[in-house]
Nanobody, 124 residues
């Protein structure tokens, strides 16, 4: 059984910062990549937007909407991924989800797991 637990969301004023964390736990054999997505109000699950991706090799990718403002980092020893969000805008309001492409010890099969999400609200 694998769990991804996010934390760090909340209410912040425009221009402010937040740092999200996501810890993966369970019988994990190997993590190939971890990333952050967001689901804006009124959007469906299928419309989740990639916010930041991080591969085991250290590569990162960001959409233009957050480039220069958001930074993803990862602590492989802790199976944890972070998202530092600066210069937040009201348009960043969403539920933020982390995911992990990993292989468990039991099945030795790759699968993408998702966290439960954490709300980020940017408002004055």
């Amino acid at each position: 059984q694998v769990q991804l637990v996010e934390s760090g969301g909340g209410l912040v004023q425009p221009g402010g910062s937040l740092r999200l964390s996501c810890a993966a736990s369970g019988s994990i054999f190997s993590i190939y990549s971890m990333g952050w997505y967001r689901q804006a109000p009124g959007k469906q699950r299928e419309q989740r937007e990639l916010v930041a991706g991080n591969t085991s090799g250290g590569g990162t990718n960001y959409p233009d909407s957050v480039k220069g403002r958001f930074t993803i980092s990862r602590d492989n020893a802790k199976n944890t991924v972070y998202l530092q969000m600066n210069s937040l805008e009201p348009e960043d309001t969403a539920v933020y989800y982390c995911n992990a492409d990993l292989k468990t010890r039991q099945t030795m099969t790759r699968y993408v797991y998702w966290g439960q999400g954490t709300q980020v609200t940017v408002s004055s």
